[in-house]
Antibody, heavy 120, light 110 residues
Framework: EVQLVESGGGLVKPGGSLRLSCAGS????????MSWVRQAPGKGLEWVGR??????????DYAAPVKGRFTISRDDLKSTLYLQMNSLKPEDTGMYYC???????????WGQGILVIVSS | EIVLTQSPDTLSLSPGERATLSCRAS???????LAWYQQKPGQAPRLLIY???NRATGVSDRFSGSGFGTYFTLTISGVEPEDFAVYYC???????????FGQGTKLDIK
């Protein structure tokens, strides 16, 4: 069974940083593309960014609102995905989900989500 | 960038009724890359339909998807109490990365 478990969320001041983790199990993590998706309170879903698998060299892509501030990385030995968030803004507040991102497929599997609150 | 607009914003139905949710795209795209998700309060989204009309593993046959071009629908043949949730459509594609969601339709109990 595929499992994705996020951690690392919390309260941070505007301009601060936070690193989220997503531990994967039940599938071959090393070559699986992964994405982060977020959801502001009471709002819809917004794609944040993705990282390709090791066989492609692990390049990343980002949505415009986070480009230059957020960085996605992965540790395949630990089957863990990361989201480093810098220069955080109040509008970054929300639930952050990691999801499997197979080419040509939608997001088949999601983590339970982790809450990030950016507030002074 | 393709914009997806879902309608209605809220759909109020009684259990047993048929639900029809719509998703309209700002321009046409290959229907292979249209998905529907269900999200219940406090939970992550759950994939229901991919490729516009294919049910994901374990999804009840009450759910069906159709459409092509710019207009897609999700139909629930007879709404069950556990179906009351928010539903999102998504256009997805790998290159260039395309992961656009509609704003959601809330299905609630009448």
């Amino acid at each position: 069974e595929v499992q994705l478990v996020e951690s690392g969320g919390g309260l941070v001041k505007p301009g601060g940083s936070l690193r989220l983790s997503c531990a994967g199990s039940g599938f071959t993590f090393v070559n699986t593309w992964m994405s982060w998706v977020r959801q502001a309170p009471g709002k819809g879903l917004e794609w944040v960014g993705r990282i390709k698998g090791r066989s492609e060299g692990g390049p990343t892509d980002y949505a415009a609102p986070v480009k230059g501030r957020f960085t996605i990385s992965r540790d395949d030995l630990k089957s863990t995905l990361y989201l480093q968030m810098n220069s955080l803004k109040p509008e970054d507040t929300g639930m952050y989900y990691c999801a499997t991102d197979i080419p040509g497929r939608p997001f088949d599997h999601w983590g339970q989500g982790i809450l990030v609150i950016v507030s002074s | 960038e393709i914009v997806l607009t879902q309608s209605p914003d809220t759909l109020s139905l009684s259990p047993g009724e048929r639900a029809t949710l719509s998703c309209r795209a700002s321009r046409s795209f290959v229907s292979d890359y249209l998905a529907w998700y269900q999200q219940k309060p406090g939970q992550a989204p759950r994939l229901l339909i991919y490729g516009a009309s294919n049910r994901a593993t374990g999804v009840s046959d009450r759910f069906s998807g159709s459409g092509f071009g710019t207009y897609f629908t999700l139909t629930i043949s007879g709404v069950e109490p556990e179906d009351f949730a928010v539903y999102y459509c998504q256009h997805y594609g790998s290159s260039p990365p395309t992961y656009t969601f509609g704003q959601g339709t809330k299905l609630d109990i009448k």
